[in-house]
């Protein structure tokens, strides 16, 4: 029954997808149920001077990792060759400025995550949505800092055209997405098995 699953399939073909439907429609859905909803309780009066170190790192970092992120992943290859940028500076620009922006992200992010847990003031103040978020958006920077050790063992920059590729083509619905990332695994797979 499952002899033929491909979890590949699933992972880099459907749920991509799954992931851009839910977020529409659930944007959509609460934003017109509760369109007044949208924001984190203001704990600004409260302790103020961690908030303002905290709140600076945060953003600036996670602004710079989102344009970084837009513009490095959804740059059209050609673009890349027209202006004759090689692919391993693109990669060493993007571990540059993206680390650092990510690990100022992450200070600030537990900065503003310590500040909400620990004072009781705030604490009272806060949602169990508002920790929930914080939590889930600091998870995702440390996850995201730890794949630079992945990034610094292929700086040929191949496998960064890869991913730019399969993002294009998820992000402009293109159903055969998942094919990038097969031809990937199953051209690794034939090169493990010819050494």
């Known amino acids: 029954m499952f002899g033929d699953f491909d979890f590949n ?11 851009l439907t839910v977020f529409l429609v659930g944007s959509i859905a609460r934003y017109e149920r509760d369109p007044f909803t949208w924001k984190s309780a203001s704990s600004q009066l409260l302790r103020r001077k961690q908030l303002i170190w905290g709140s600076i790192l945060f953003h600036v970092g996670i602004l710079t990792v989102f344009f970084g992120h837009l513009v490095g992943l959804f740059t ?9 940028i090689p692919y391993v500076l693109k990669q060493w620009m993007a571990v540059l ?10 200070i600030g992010s ?15 103040t806060s949602t169990l949505p508002d920790i929930l978020i914080m939590v889930l958006i600091w998870l995702q920077l440390a996850i ?8 610094l063992q292929h700086m040929d920059g191949v496998e960064m055209v890869r991913f730019m590729n399969w993002s294009q ?8 997405a998942w094919v990038t990332v097969w031809m990937c695994i199953g051209c690794t797979n034939c090169i493990s098995s010819w050494a």
């Not at 992972?11 to 992931?19: C, D, K, N, R, S």
């Not at 059209?76 to 004759?84: E, K, R, Y």
């Open 76 to 84: 059209p290859v050609w673009v890349l060759d027209a202006l004759g």
């Open 97 to 106: 400025i993206g680390g650092p922006a990510g690990i100022a992200a992450l």
């Open 110 to 124: 537990t900065m503003l995550l310590h500040r909400r847990l620990v004072d009781p003031r705030i604490r009272v």
């Open 169 to 176: 083509s998820v992000v402009t619905w293109n159903i055969n």
């Open 9 to 19: 399939f699933i992972l880099f073909g459907i749920m991509p997808y799954v992931a």
């Open 144 to 151: 995201g800092l730890l794949t630079i050790t992945q990034t």
